[in-house]
């Protein structure tokens, strides 16, 4: 059966059935057609362990994929090649068998709290052309740091999602198509609080909770993008919106908060993936070596 064919199936089914996100969708994606291109293959029956097998091996000795790239690709191939065998494409999974390389484990990137409180107050002091954008910028930089929330979700959140009344930001359908609820501190709920009252200043109406400043229009993923590299070169700190993900974790391990409830905030599905950041926060275990009984 023609691969083209296969694959647009295998999309639609992941996408309308399964209900993967459009983030997962591209990964198969780019996957998919890297794998048909480099090995020119048209039909399925023309696919064998060893040609799947020689492929991974080429991308990582020739092509120098790293561990995490070599774990996607063969993620998104052993999916799909699933799903041709319960639709009855093939006789068996091609992709099943193929040894992947062990992932070195590496504490994840974060500021610390100095370089956090510097980078607020860079974004806020910054000289913008008007006061809604240092408002907005603020609370978007905010949210990243006192909630931790994932890029997308930043772009998502909705006006209807933050509730200042009752101190709380609902994530609508975050990684894993899972919603959950973060309560703020006072120093976030005030900082949205301004930023609401220029919001209302300039008349913004759209659903989203970050708007545009010409448009009234959602803030969008290029917009965030290069506000980022903007207030990286004025700040010279080097971070990604993951990083201050990384830091919001890593602070409320080192305030004392537990590891349970870090996990819900975090919108971890795994409770083990929250706890590399216990390993990350060097007060944390400071503070524990401390109990030692000879101490």
């Known amino acids: 059966m023609d691969m083209l064919v296969l694959v647009q199936q295998f999309y639609r089914y992941s996408s309308y059935i399964r209900g993967f996100s459009k983030h997962t969708i591209r990964r198969y994606r780019t996957a998919l057609q890297l794998f048909l291109r480099e090995t020119g293959v048209t039909q399925i029956e023309q696919i064998t362990p060893e040609m799947v097998r020689a492929w991974f091996f080429q991308g990582r000795t020739d092509r120098g994929w790293s561990a995490v790239t070599f774990h996607t690709y063969h993620k998104s191939l052993k999916v799909f090649f699933q799903w041709c065998v319960r639709e009855g494409h093939c006789p068996h999974n091609v992709a099943a068998d193929i040894e992947c390389p062990r992932i070195e484990k590496k504490l994840p990137p974060k500021l610390t709290k100095q370089d956090a409180l510097r980078l607020l107050e860079v974004v ?172």
């Open 124 to 295: 806020y002091n910054y000289p913008y052309s008007d006061p809604y954008l240092r408002h907005r910028n603020h609370a978007m930089f905010a949210v990243f740091i006192f909630a931790g929330l994932r890029r997308q979700e930043v772009i998502n959140l909705k006006l209807t999602d933050v509730d200042l009344a009752n101190a709380s930001i609902f994530v609508r359908q975050g990684k894993g198509s899972k919603d959950r609820v973060i309560p703020m501190n006072q120093t976030l709920a005030g900082i949205l609080s301004r930023y609401m009252q220029e919001r209302r200043r300039l008349g913004k109406t759209c659903p989203e909770f970050f708007v545009g400043f010409a448009k009234n229009a959602g803030f969008s993923h290029t917009g965030l993008r290069l506000l980022i590299q903007k207030v990286r070169a004025a700040s010279q700190i080097r971070f990604s919106a993951h990083t201050l993900r990384h830091t919001f974790a890593t602070l409320m391990i080192e305030g004392g908060c537990d590891i349970y409830s870090l996990s819900k905030m975090m919108g971890h599905t795994d409770i083990k993936t929250t706890t590399i950041y216990l390993a990350a926060s060097v007060e944390h275990l400071r503070s524990q070596i401390s109990k030692h009984p000879l101490s």
